[in-house]
């Protein structure tokens, strides 16, 4: 899952930047690396964001998982990824820890560091910035590796930003992976419209038999509308989604035998955020 040697050069870095790469906000912003900039040992994916509506570039499943959860909380109101970090502030720092800066090979250039993620959130009535360095815990008995995320911690907490490591041992992983079984049906693109014309009546449904499970609850309703083995299935992964269907995303959702119960409908306007 650890990322293969990449170096980006004093003539990438200057194209980058005319590219507008590291600029921008929400939908605007363009990571300074792409999964087609770095190579990686594990997975990389492109994934849409629900909280800014732009492809995102995940150099692993470790910072997918991350950006799954952070994309998933109603507070996010950006995500961006790749972040680049002032060099000349890196530098300075470096200096003053006696460390060596990251650098270009062969031209030992100095590179332009990055921090893996960086959620702007709502926080009462304002927005606070936290940073977060993905990496996984291997990573951390490299005596090299944590010079490198001294370097980043120090930045960002010049910047007066809280900053964090995560690895996969930090992550909820019964959370992200229902987050990840719904994510895909936020928008209705691929769905019926004769299963989206039966949504007020799927409410109604959940709401008024909440002794049933959810896996006869949906094969119920697929026989009864006529509708293809799954589609109901389907839908309700649309309206947990969209969160017009919510419930403990910690509990095992993907579990047959749960019971309506567990799911709360969601009135038109209490919905928070839809796709």
């Not at 650098?103 to 332009?112: G, I, K, L, N, Q």
Request: net charge neutral; glycine share 6%; aromatic share 6%.
């Amino acid at each position: 899952m650890s990322r293969r040697k990449y170096t980006i050069d004093e003539k990438r870095a200057t194209k980058f930047v005319k590219e507008g790469r590291g600029q921008g906000e929400g939908a605007e912003y363009k990571p300074w690396l792409t999964i087609q900039d770095v190579p990686s040992c594990g997975r990389s994916h492109r994934v849409r964001g629900n909280s800014t509506g732009r492809i995102h570039h995940l150099l692993s499943d470790i910072e997918y998982d991350l950006f799954l959860l952070l994309d998933w909380q109603t507070s996010t109101v950006d995500l961006r990824e790749q972040f680049p970090l002032d060099r000349d502030a890196t530098l300075d720092i470096a200096g003053r820890l006696h460390v060596r800066h990251p650098r270009a090979v062969p031209t030992a250039e100095p590179m332009v560091m990055t921090t893996d993620l960086v959620q702007d959130l709502r926080v009462g009535n304002g927005v606070e910035t936290r940073a977060y360095a993905v990496k996984t815990a291997k990573d951390l008995e490299k005596p090299r590796v944590l010079q490198k995320l001294e370097i980043e911690w120090r930045y960002w907490q010049e910047q007066g930003t809280p900053w964090s490591i995560v690895t996969r041992n930090e992550l909820p992983h019964r959370l992200i992976g229902n987050i990840g079984w719904v994510r895909d049906f936020s928008c209705s693109d691929g769905i019926e419209d004769r299963s989206l014309a039966l949504i007020p009546l799927f409410l109604d449904e959940i709401a008024a038999r909440p002794q049933v499970s959810l896996g006869g609850f949906c094969s119920n309703m697929d026989m009864r509308n006529s509708l293809q083995p799954g589609s109901s299935l389907q839908l309700l992964r649309h309206l947990l989604a969209t969160r017009r269907v919510i419930c403990d995303m910690e509990q095992d959702v993907l579990n047959y035998q749960l019971s309506l119960s567990a799911l709360t409908v969601q009135k038109q306007d209490q919905v928070r955020r839809t796709a």
